[in-house]
């Protein structure tokens, strides 16, 4: 008989990318577990709804046994909701995603809900220093699954301190659980649809090299130095190739998280062409963006993962990235996981060998940040000079280089970043936290001296 998980996460119906990564979680395991999902949203549409999903998965996946419920939340839930759904359902573990600050009621809790079902949770953090400040999060959990290299590096060196009062996390509650990308929907296509197509030529008809952003306008992401990284690298070019260029910038264009990209541009670019698609599209459009273009770029002073560069790998398409976070993984560096536990990141060591498909930024300062919640973190800023010449460098490459260095990229991400990996990882770190789980006792007792 499968065992049931409880999935806390964002809907996995939705278009986030926790959304995106949970629905291929889910669909990838259902063959091994049933799973029940407490699918958040900000204003849930179907919010007193349970949603059957049995039907739909078991036509996408063919697994005639799967059994997917979604329970709407708005927001990630409560005590008491937990509470009913733990006594309704009876899962065999809770499973919870996205950042940690989120889950705070879910940690004020655990003994409670550990003297029934363990805490699993699939965990990213974005750079060094260690953030001692989530060893109690950490410790609430049975189970970490890192998404990063780097995230498993720091959660082996902060869950297993030995500070002589908390009991230090052992080796099978700590896995490197890749995000994966899925191959199927990412690919190398010949055939772009007419409407991809007149979307860039009908506002661009002369263009020969498409440079793409895909991702959020927020500060970290530093979309104004895409924008001046672009504009230098133009500045490069005789005007008559120059004016073959494109930016093509995937995001909202004015974030109160961010900035108003159309006066960045208007200020900084005036004289090269950028463009933005701001409209939601299926992930089926987004692949044939992927295949159209010439390059994708994230720049991220932090970033966890970086879902849009391993997308354009996946689809056979050459990357540029800041040395940072869980962008180190796509660079196809020769690093195993556990390597990270000693050197914590590479965003200090330069000029190590990195894969075909990516021309590698190293960050030029490294600052520290931080809030009240995240008092220390690194800030990885990259220099948007060196950034130009990396754009460079890909549009010296001619149109079939291009190509066969991501046909390379995709022939690796199939191995490292897909799906499938991720999701045998999941079930490998799932079971083994089913098999080790000891549930807390009632009471703790303590001796006053």
Excluded at 79 to 98: C, G, M, V
Excluded at 231 to 250: A, I, N, Q, T, Y
Excluded at 344 to 366: E, N, Q, R, T
């Amino acid at each position: 008989m499968k065992k049931k998980i409880l999935f806390l996460s964002d809907d996995l119906r939705m278009t986030s990318g926790i959304s995106t990564m949970s629905k291929e979680i889910v669909m990838g395991t259902v063959d091994k577990f049933d799973w029940i999902q407490l699918g958040a949203a900000i204003r849930h549409p179907e919010l007193g709804k349970i949603i059957d999903m049995n039907e739909d998965i078991r036509n996408r996946t063919g697994v005639q046994d799967a059994n997917v419920k979604i329970i709407p939340c708005n927001g990630y839930g409560d005590i008491h909701i937990l509470r009913k759904i733990i006594q309704e359902e009876k899962p065999d573990a809770i499973l919870h995603f996205t950042d940690p600050h989120y889950w705070q009621w879910l940690y004020d809790n655990e003994h409670e809900i550990r003297q029934q079902v363990p805490i699993l949770y699939y965990h990213i953090w974005d750079n060094i220093p260690d953030p001692k400040y989530n060893r109690d999060y950490y410790e609430s959990c049975d189970w970490l699954g890192c998404i990063s290299k780097l995230t498993y590096g720091i959660v082996n060196r902060v869950a297993k301190m030995e500070d002589g009062v908390r009991k230090p996390s052992e080796d099978w509650q700590i896995s490197y659980v890749p995000h994966g990308v899925n191959p199927n929907v990412f690919k190398p296509i010949d055939e772009i649809s007419q409407e991809t197509k007149d979307f860039i030529y009908k506002n661009k008809s002369d263009v020969d090299f498409i440079l793409f952003y895909n991702s959020r306008n927020i500060r970290r992401k530093q979309t104004s130095d895409v924008v001046m990284s672009y504009k230098l690298f133009c500045d490069k070019l005789p005007k008559e190739k120059s004016s073959k260029c494109l930016l093509l910038m995937k995001t909202q264009p004015i974030d109160e998280n961010g900035t108003d990209l159309y006066s960045v541009v208007e200020k900084i670019c005036p004289d090269y062409d950028v463009l933005f698609l701001n409209n939601k599209i299926e992930q089926e459009t987004l692949n044939e963006y992927y295949n159209l273009v010439d390059c994708t770029i994230n720049i991220a002073s932090n970033e966890g993962f970086g879902l849009g560069t391993a997308e354009s790998i996946m689809a056979g398409t050459p990357i540029i990235v800041n040395v940072t976070g869980g962008l180190q993984d796509q660079c196809g560096f020769d690093f195993k996981e556990d390597d990270y536990v000693r050197f914590g990141s590479l965003h200090d060591k330069k000029d190590i060998p990195h894969g075909d498909w990516v021309v590698p930024v190293w960050p030029a300062a490294i600052n520290i940040n931080g809030s009240p919640i995240t008092p220390y973190i690194f800030d990885d800023r990259v220099n948007d000079n060196e950034v130009a010449d990396a754009i460079l460098k890909v549009y010296n490459w001619t149109k079939e280089e291009r190509k066969a260095r991501g046909l390379k990229g995709r022939e690796w991400a199939l191995d490292n970043i897909s799906s499938g990996v991720m999701c045998h990882k999941m079930i490998t770190g799932i079971e083994s936290a089913l098999n080790n789980f000891k549930p807390r006792e009632k009471y703790n007792l303590y001796k006053i001296i």
